[in-house]
């Protein structure tokens, strides 16, 4: 069984959080999984329906005033429109979500990936579970006192017992929608097949966080796609053939810029 490995604290670049606020990331003491999972099945349902180019207020609309995802109360609509913004963002000023959703569109299938790999930018409760659920063997059961005990060991005692249990809860059904584990009520990890796609977000989450060239294939985002340093380097060239990321490799040098892949940054609109 793979060794357990401590928690990851969310990442910070040189000049820390600012930096990292105003590229999208969410840096915080506490964050959604409190009271809401990855919440993977609205946010598929949202990005369906708003288009790429709407403004931020357009997504609050279509959740509050249109009620795309069929909620039966206006205060659950807002609950679950400010619950949604603070895990996934939805808003094009911010070059994370506008590289979330560039990504989106490219292959469907990457979908529960590209959502784990921003919840975990944008919730540090769920990120403190990562090195938890990732270094556990294929097969094996998840404890939910480990999960807790991840959890606290971040929080250092500011949850209490019942909140904290949430949170433990709540992370383990967000890593059963990513595909990390599976079943409903005792969740065993199960083997993950990591898209070029969700790397290309993993790899830019790390340039963004201050990584550069073979680091970026050990951040906490690279690492939960679940492959070994070989692999990922096969990702990416996967994901360099569709255009995603500059990459060049060799006699022990890797080479990565993905910092293209916000369309910002090519001079296109978002």
Known sequence: MPARRSSPKPPKAADANGDLMALGFRVADSGPHTSKTLMLQELETLLAVVPAEAPAKAYRAAVVEENVLGKRTLSTRKETAS???????????KP????LRRLWNVDPEAHPQLALLDGLARDPLLMATTAQVVGMAQGELLQRSEMV????????????????????????????QSGHLKGKVKKLRQPLKPQPVALALALW?????????????NTPWATALDSSSSGLLELAEQAKRLGLLKLSHGAGVVSIDPSGLDPHQRGEQP
């Open 83 to 93: 619950r949604l913004t603070a895990l996934h963002g939805l808003d094009p000023s």
């Open 149 to 176: 005990a991840a959890v606290q060991g971040f929080t250092h005692d500011r949850l209490s017992p019942k909140v904290l249990d949430a949170v433990a809860r709540n992370a383990a059904s967000s890593w059963t």
């Open 96 to 99: 994370l979500f506008r590289v």
């Open 205 to 217: 989450l790390g340039y963004a966080s201050g990584k550069r060239g073979r680091a970026l294939l």
